[in-house]
């Protein structure tokens, strides 16, 4: 079966690759372009450790067929940090040690970005319905919501 | 496996009357995925319809709202007007999943997935949506009731698709609602959904109404009993009464894990007197 050729943006950089037609762009990401910050969890979009920005919205990249991505702008964790300068939201996860095993933390950070980028006061009931895709077994949330809260905060200030 | 994307709905008619039976539809892909991941489903040919214009669109005709069968659910609730004018459905699509999910999950796909629980669906029937179909002969148009036909069935032909969703002019003294009972806050199935639409006349009497049930029968029900309770009345506690009795009469859910059947049907009916008043209050306040 003949390959398929996609066009994408990834963290602003034009990226092409070949992929199958089984394969989810969670797949093409980890296995072929190798950015593994992405994780796969459930792969049935209930965990959210996966979560990639695609065109402006956030998704579950393990609900996409790497196919659907041609011609889009895709943001991974990756892209998050400028260089060795951590995003906010990144240094108020470690300050709160909002993290244990950090399998799903890639996918909180995604998902917790998405939110400030166009709620940039959150109340903590937004927080926590916004959240609701991403499982953590670990932390208990609470962490993660203050991380985020004051992430909010600081980034107003 | 194969993987197209049509621009047109032609050309994605052509796709899937060459495959017919092995191929799929492909809109946001939240249900499709998880199939083909897990192996419930192996067809041949993946037909993505994201591509065509007017399956990614909202628009307004002649004061009626045409909803892209791919529209995503996040999409439909940042667009106000279609808001204002439903907000039983836009609710309904609301509740579907994660925010992940609803960065990708739409209305088309919510249907034609045929789970008797989908959300979107008792929302969409209240509403009198009707289904803009494409297949070879051209394009025909179907009641939403009349698309799922059973469990992860359709009566879509194998070469057919819904292209977009057609909205009724919302009339003056009219609303809608939609509410699911689930045993949890968010990110969860329904164990029984409800929507109403009702219409007043200038009085305040009933002069249109449509009760449709979720998760309490191999299909959404559209139970007409329960609307003929409510028209002609002043939608008052009587005819709420008489109304739910109907809801529950006509409840033929399984038992499962997420609730037995007696329980099933005493949910629906305390549902569908929780919507009905909601939907009465919308009405009331002028449009």
């Known amino acids: 079966m003949s390959k398929t050729h996609v066009s994408t943006t990834i963290n602003d950089d034009a990226v092409e690759f070949l992929c199958e037609p089984e394969q989810t762009l969670l797949d093409v990401l980890r296995d072929d372009l190798r950015l593994t910050g992405s994780k796969e969890g459930c792969a049935s979009g209930d965990c959210g450790a996966c979560s990639v920005m695609m065109d ?12 659907e991505a041609e011609g889009s702008v895709i943001e991974t964790i990756e892209g998050m940090a400028n260089g060795s300068d951590l995003h906010p939201l990144q240094q108020q996860f470690l300050d709160h040690a909002a993290l244990q095993c950090g399998v799903c933390t890639p996918g ?6 998405a939110l400030l980028d166009r709620n940039p006061d959150p109340t903590e009931t937004e927080v926590r319905f916004w959240l609701a895709g991403n499982l953590c077994r670990c932390t208990g949330y609470d962490k993660i919501v203050r991380a985020v809260l004051d992430t909010a905060a600081e980034m107003r200030n | 496996m194969q993987y197209e994307a ?9 796709l899937l009357n060459n495959t017919g039976n092995a191929s799929r539809v492909l809109a946001g892909g939240t249900d499709l995925l998880v199939q083909l991941r897990s192996g419930m489903i192996e067809p041949e040919l993946i037909v993505d319809i994201k591509k065509i214009p007017e399956v990614r669109t909202i628009l307004k005709e002649d004061g009626k709202y045409r909803v892209g069968a791919a529209v995503t659910g996040a999409e439909l609730g940042e667009h106000e007007d279609l808001k204002a004018a439903w907000p039983g459905v836009v609710e309904a699509v609301e509740l579907i999943g994660s925010t992940q999910i609803q960065g990708r999950a739409s209305l088309g796909g919510n249907l034609c997935n045929a789970s008797p629980a989908a959300d979107a669906v008792p929302a969409l029937v ?7 179909i494409a297949g070879p002969n051209g ?5 939403v009731e009349a698309v799922c036909t059973g469990p992860g069935q359709t009566s879509l032909a194998p070469d057919e698709f819904v292209v977009s969703f057609l909205f009724p002019i919302p009339k003056p003294r009219s609303g809608d609602a939609y509410l699911r009972f689930i045993p949890r806050t968010e990110m969860d199935i329904a164990v029984v959904g409800v929507g109403i639409h009702l219409s007043l006349d200038a009085d305040g009497v009933c002069s249109d109404a449509r009760v449709a049930v979720g998760a309490v029968a191999p299909t959404v029900l559209l139970v007409g009993e ?13 005819a709420i009464e008489k109304m739910i009795a109907a809801v529950r009469g006509s409840c033929d859910p399984i038992d499962d894990k997420r609730g037995t059947v007696v329980y099933r049907t005493q949910v629906a009916g305390v549902l569908a007197g929780r919507v009905c008043r909601i939907a009465l209050q919308r009405a009331r306040r002028e449009r």
Request: with cysteine; aromatic share 2%; net charge neutral.
């Open chain 2, 6 to 14: 049509p621009t047109t709905i032609d050309q994605a008619v052509a």
């Open chain 1, 56 to 67: 402006g919205r956030l998704v579950c990249a393990c609900l996409l067929l790497a196919a």
């Open chain 2, 139 to 143: 394009r025909r148009e179907l009641p």
């Open chain 1, 108 to 113: 909180f950070l995604i998902a917790a970005k």
């Open chain 2, 226 to 238: 329960s609307a003929a309770a409510l028209v002609g009345t002043m939608v008052d506690d009587a």
């Open chain 2, 126 to 132: 209240a509403a009198g949506a009707m289904c803009m």
